[in-house]
């Protein structure tokens, strides 16, 4: 048993391979969520009562939490039992929760410049019930100025009549979540949809011309093959989508996969090590490059250079989003927090008339300068002169150690303008990233 000194993970090595272990890879925000307290909620009301005192864009997270089935793999909160009437209870409660946050004078009279619509599963809902959601909420959050608004998708849940209904509605892009196109592994997987639901809807999808549709595919999920990698690829670049997002497969402490591994006592997970998920990646990368596809981020490649991702962009470079539903999380003015984690507190708070936020983190200067820095890293390719216009830092010397270390090893280059991730760092751009941690968050629980 060792630290990898990448992924700040417990792992093992078998024969020189880095088995996948329990524990979060993906690094999605900093300060790690362990040290977002209740003591600190206070801090965003105060937020929220004041005139924004950051110029930046402001959006819009709404999580909807319910699925078909849940994914061995997932760990996001989401629920599979409720009926008609708790899912209207629970609309109400986000409409709700929207009017609340509309009437703060940080967020009244602030224009909308981006939605994201994720879960769970959001086009569970019926057309009737999402026109009732996005009217509700448009009500109090005017999308006047929105640029772009993302709506997360499941292939088996969708149909002609849904797929115009969003397009309709205001939604341009559409992100599905295929993750695998072989019936066995979707199975394996507790994937709820099947293969052949995924080309019934990319005909739907094709024919309401959507600006932007994305695919996501998982390298590693149980089951998964060079065979059926290749395969994936090769159906991807049939069904040709504006962008293709492709993960990692990793195992966090709240998957029905790690509580299959701690009751089988054993800390490996039965997926591909980490270097076949790498190769994997980078094949797909180089699959999708040969037909004219570019590589946008460590996990995203794009047909079309002007494609845009405006909510994951604005969010790398500090913007504003005010987050909805159950345990949303979100990022106001300087300060980090999550909604309640369970269904009825967060219910029955929203209908008491209260936000209801469970847990918050104020940033210092120093933490906002290195959450950016480490999300921008992402991209494969940071602007040095930006976070000096920023933040009046030259990150070229605050992470002098850490750059030269990953530098040393070949995962990246540093010049006086810029740094660039070579292809190997990219394909471990999260592994990365602790070592720009301040020291008092290495060696914490990251989630």
């Not at 709404?62 to 078909?68: E, G, Q, T, Y």
């Amino acid at each position: 048993m060792a630290t990898d000194s990448e992924r700040n993970l417990p792992i093992l090595k078998v024969e020189g391979k880095e088995k996948t272990t329990v524990g979060n890879y993906f690094i999605s925000n900093y300060p790690p969520y362990s040290f977002w307290t209740p003591q600190q909620r206070d801090h965003v009301d105060a937020r929220f009562d004041a005139a924004p005192a950051l110029d930046s864009p402001m959006g819009l997270y709404v999580h909807i939490p319910f699925c078909r089935k849940r994914c061995d793999f997932c760990y996001f909160k989401v629920y599979t039992d409720k009926n008609s009437t708790q899912i209207r209870r629970y609309l109400d409660a986000v409409i709700e929760e929207c009017r609340l946050l509309a009437r703060r004078p940080g967020v009244r009279d602030r224009g909308l410049d981006f939605i994201y619509f994720g879960g769970g599963t959001p086009s569970y809902l019926s057309v009737e019930q999402l026109k009732y959601l996005f009217d509700g909420l448009q009500e109090h959050l005017p999308w006047d100025g929105v640029k772009e608004v993302a709506f997360e998708c499941e292939p088996g849940t969708l149909q002609e009549k849904k797929i115009h209904a969003l397009r309709d509605m205001g939604v341009t892009r559409l992100s599905l979540g295929v993750e695998n196109f072989d019936p066995e592994i979707l199975e394996l997987n507790n994937r709820a949809h099947r293969a052949k639901e995924i080309f019934r809807s990319w005909d739907f999808i094709k024919a309401a011309d959507y600006p932007q549709v994305n695919i996501d595919l998982i390298a590693g999920m149980v089951g998964e093959t060079d065979d059926n990698w290749k395969d994936c690829l090769d159906k991807t670049l049939q069904l040709a989508p504006e962008s293709v997002t492709i993960y990692q497969l990793e195992v966090p402490y709240n998957t029905t996969l790690y509580q299959r591994m701690r009751d089988g006592q054993t800390q490996v997970a039965p997926v591909a090590d980490w270097d076949t998920k790498r190769r994997w990646v980078s094949e797909g990368f180089d699959h999708l490059m040969a037909d004219g596809y570019s590589v946008a981020s460590a996990y995203t490649a794009i047909k079309d250079k002007s494609v845009d991702f405006l909510y994951r962009d604005a969010l790398w470079r500090g913007a504003d989003m005010v987050g909805l539903g159950v345990s949303s999380i979100a990022h106001f003015q300087g300060v980090h927090y999550q909604n309640e984690h369970q269904f009825e507190s967060y219910v029955q708070r929203v209908e008491a008339g209260e936000l209801p936020i469970a847990r918050a983190l104020e940033l210092t200067q120093d933490e906002l300068l290195i959450r950016e820095f480490i999300l921008q890293l992402k991209l494969g390719h940071l602007d040095v002169q930006y976070f000096h216009d920023k933040f009046k830092v030259n990150v070229v010397d605050r992470f002098a150690d850490a750059l030269a270390e990953h530098a040393s090893e070949g995962y990246l280059k540093v010049s006086k303008n810029s740094i660039e991730l070579s292809r190997e760092g990219l394909l471990r751009a999260d592994g990365l990233l602790p070592a720009f941690f301040l020291e008092s968050h290495r060696d914490a629980r990251y989630a």
